[in-house]
T-cell receptor, first 114, second 112 residues
Framework: EPEVTQTPSHQVTQMGQEVILRCVPI?????FYWYRQILGQKVEFLVS????????KSEIFDDQFSVERPDGSNFTLKIRSTKLEDSAMYFC????????????FGQGTRLTVV | KNQVEQSPQSLIILEGKNCTLQ??????????LRWYKQDTGRGPVSLTI???SENTKSNGRYTATLDADTKQSSLHITASQLSDSASYIC???????????WGLGTSLAVNP
């Protein structure tokens, strides 16, 4: 069964450092998303990406965040200068046709900022 | 404000028993409602997706109901198994938005 793959599974970084979280979407999926989940809290939408551009972003997704598809396969989330409050699980999700179809989630990257 | 509320917050049941989880939402315009299962430290896995016109949808031992008039949904789990222990999250998609509005989830523990 096709799956969304995320790397690394766990990343520890010092406050102020840049991190890049990577996702390999399911091959025929066209819409990509990043979500985060702070421990004990709801899953929060960060950004959606379609046709090589951001289609929607939340208020969380400020100038410290960016997304891209550098090589047509990987989908990355970059946090330029991490803060302690960025510590969370980050999930990549993909859908074939957008918000009206099933979303497949990766296993997540646990980011710990120290 | 678009919100999804779930109850109970946590639930403990014995293996083999049935249970029902509740979801109330205030999302407009409504597009679809999903139930996800999330094991601890893992990504959510889709159980069902229901549109406005669907009242009931089953996926094995999971049966979801939707009442679009009262804006309520339930997830019924039949003959629970130890592997059902997880968080069950209700998620609503609003209109043409590509973002999903998440509930906090119900943490289910199935004990032997």
């Amino acid at each position: 069964e096709p799956e969304v793959t995320q790397t690394p599974s766990h990343q520890v970084t010092q406050m102020g450092q840049e991190v890049i979280l990577r996702c390999v979407p399911i091959s025929n999926h066209l819409y990509f998303y990043w979500y985060r989940q702070i421990l004990g809290q709801k899953v929060e939408f960060l950004v959606s990406f379609y046709n090589n551009e951001i289609s929607e972003k939340s208020e969380i997704f400020d100038d410290q965040f960016s997304v891209e598809r550098p090589d047509g396969s990987n989908f990355t989330l970059k946090i330029r200068s991490t803060k302690l409050e960025d510590s969370a699980m980050y999930f990549c999700a993909t859908t074939q046709q957008g918000a009206f179809t099933e979303a497949f989630f990766g296993q997540g990257t646990r980011l710990t900022v120290v | 404000k678009n919100q999804v509320e779930q109850s109970p917050q946590s639930l403990i049941i014995l293996e083999g028993k049935n249970c029902t989880l509740q979801c109330n939402y205030t999302v407009s315009p409504f597009s679809n409602l999903r139930w996800y299962k999330q094991d601890t430290g893992r990504g959510p896995v889709s159980l069902t997706i229901m549109t406005f016109s669907e009242n009931t949808k089953s996926n094995g031992r999971y049966t979801a109901t939707l009442d679009a008039d009262t804006k309520q949904s339930s997830l019924h789990i039949t003959a629970s198994q130890l592997s059902d222990s997880a968080s069950y999250i209700c998620v609503v998609s609003a209109g043409n938005n590509r973002k999903l509005i998440w509930g906090l989830g119900t943490s289910l523990a199935v004990n032997p």
